[in-house]
């Protein structure tokens, strides 16, 4: 990307944005889906089946079902359907685990966002019909580009400050969930509100909340990119992971991890811990590191000369007492006292701090 505007913008703002006529020339921006159901024929991708969300309630992963898809009748499905009362959806589909096809549908990079190592490889498919979504919740690590193929798809995002009353229950690695249903209007009033279309790439901050909805049925891709401080989320993720599946272990219902979820025994996730305790001491995080977020919202063109305008619009987020959340009425005693640990920034950033003591006075 010319002027480097991912690390001197994006990275630098840290705030939501949407990046215009990036990817003209890029190979995944020429896609269609006749020729997507051809190429990727004979590929097995995990389908999301449920009921779009229009607000009213609080969606979940296990509300929906799950099955088992060929991708190229996946994108056949997709040329046609046309039902809004149900959608289909295959998300986070990592090529990594796509066999390449003679299409070479793996063959493409992010060198255009100044990005040339990572590739296919480190890139993840998006593929549903109208109303397909992904529920509120922000990443405990990496900043997000996502890239706008096929149809629109609308995202809702919120700083990370904001509190959208956070959850680890259900469980899933590295995602925190929103227990409220964020398309009230005491939620909406606040977030930034940006509607991709084809050609589109929005950019989501670390740890920023977002909700995406598929307007059309909708092809999209993205990749995560790694910041100096991930270790510490990892380190953070890594004993939440501990904590929540060694008292949830025994419990057979299995709501309290999301579809497909492993878990690990305790030694396993022990290990874990270990192991991201010692990525903390090799990262040498500088000690003047110190990720802020703006209050704004930018419009990112790139003109046919090649030249970079951005716009910059202020937004106004209104702050919320975290005292004042609602807490879902499901939640058990036990699942409201893991939360109070694990889904509390303050009090795991204590946790970690005083392990990070220990560690340097043991060693």
Not at 65 to 71: A, I, K, P
Not at 155 to 172: A, G, K, Q, S, V
Not at 217 to 241: A, F, H, M, Q, Y
Not at 278 to 300: E, F, H, M, W
Request: glycine residues 4%; charged residues 25%.
């Amino acid at each position: 990307m010319e002027h480097d505007v991912f690390r001197d913008t994006l990275l630098k703002e840290n705030c939501a944005s949407v990046l215009k006529s990036f990817i003209t020339n890029w190979a995944p921006s020429k896609w269609d889906l006749e020729s997507l159901s051809r190429d990727t024929l004979g590929q097995e991708v995990k389908v999301k089946i449920g009921s779009p969300y229009s607000g009213g309630w609080v969606p979940k992963e296990s509300d929906c079902s799950f099955q088992e898809w060929d991708l190229g009748n996946l994108f056949k499905f997709l040329q046609t359907y046309d039902d809004k009362t149900e959608f289909y959806y295959a998300g986070y589909a990592h090529f990594i685990q796509l066999s390449d096809t003679k299409s070479n549908f793996r063959s493409f990079d992010w060198s255009w966002a100044g990005l040339p190592s990572k590739d296919a490889l480190d890139s993840t498919l998006w593929a549903g019909s109208s109303g397909s979504f992904t529920p509120c919740h922000k990443d405990v690590y990496g900043c997000n580009l996502h890239a706008q193929l096929i149809g629109q798809k609308e995202w809702f995002l919120w700083p990370p400050h904001f509190d959208l009353c956070p959850t680890r229950i259900p469980y899933e690695e590295s995602s925190i969930f929103s227990n409220v249903d964020v398309l009230e209007e005491q939620y909406l009033e606040s977030a930034v509100h940006i509607i991709a279309n084809p050609g589109d790439v929005v950019f989501i901050p670390k740890q920023w909340w977002h909700l995406a909805r598929n307007i059309d049925n909708s092809v999209s891709i993205n990749t995560w990119i790694d910041l100096p401080d991930d270790s510490i989320g990892r380190l953070k993720e890594s004993i939440t992971r501990l904590l929540i599946c060694s008292i949830k272990e025994n419990d057979k219902t299995g709501t309290w991890k999301n579809p497909g979820e492993e878990i690990g025994t305790y030694e396993e996730n022990a290990i874990l811990v270990e192991q991201s305790l010692t990525s903390v001491d090799q990262a040498n995080i500088p000690s003047n590191y110190n990720r802020k977020y703006s209050n704004s919202y930018l419009i990112i063109n790139k003109q046919e000369n090649g030249k970079i305008s951005v716009e910059n619009i202020p937004q106004t987020h209104n702050s919320r007492d975290s005292a004042e959340s609602p807490i879902f009425k499901s939640e058990s005693i036990v699942d409201s006292l893991l939360n109070c640990i694990v889904a509390d920034d303050v009090i795991m950033d204590r946790i970690v701090s005083n392990i990070l003591k220990s560690s340097t006075t043991t060693s």
